[in-house]
């Protein structure tokens, strides 16, 4: 059984910084492609950064510059640093995994990411 579990959202001043965690289970988690997507309220599901299992990744340009996306293999998890936070970040952050023969992936339940002062 396929599990992804994110964690670390929460309430957050403008400017101030979260870290988002993913852990995965049921997979080969080494050959998969992580991402993370967001969903803000009335809007379409957007990729916010990936991470290939090489290492390669690439993020929307709405956070470059401000978010950074890692993995840690050994612990089948993958993170993504958000820093100088703005309102318009707000959104449900949702983990994915793929790959080229599974390019729909499976999905994690999501966390809130809440940028308000």
């Known amino acids: 059984q396929v599990r992804l579990v994110e964690s670390g959202g929460g309430l957050v001043q403008p400017g101030g910084s979260l870290r988002l965690s993913c852990a995965a289970s049921?997979?080969?988690?080494?050959?998969?492609?992580m991402g993370w997507y967001r969903q803000a309220p009335g809007k379409q599901r957007e990729l916010v950064a990936d991470?290939?299992?090489?290492?390669?990744?690439k993020s929307a340009d709405s956070v470059k510059g401000r978010f950074t996306i890692s993995r840690d293999n050994p612990k089948n998890t993958v993170y993504l640093q958000m820093n100088s936070l703005k309102p318009e970040d707000t959104a449900v952050y949702f983990c994915?995994?793929?790959?080229?023969?599974?390019?729909?992936?499976?999905w994690g339940q999501g966390t809130q990411v809440t940028v308000s002062s």
């Open positions: 994915n995994a793929k790959t080229s023969s599974n390019l729909v992936g499976f």
């Open positions: 049921g997979i080969t988690y080494s050959l998969y492609t």
């Open positions: 991470i290939t299992a090489s290492g390669g990744s």
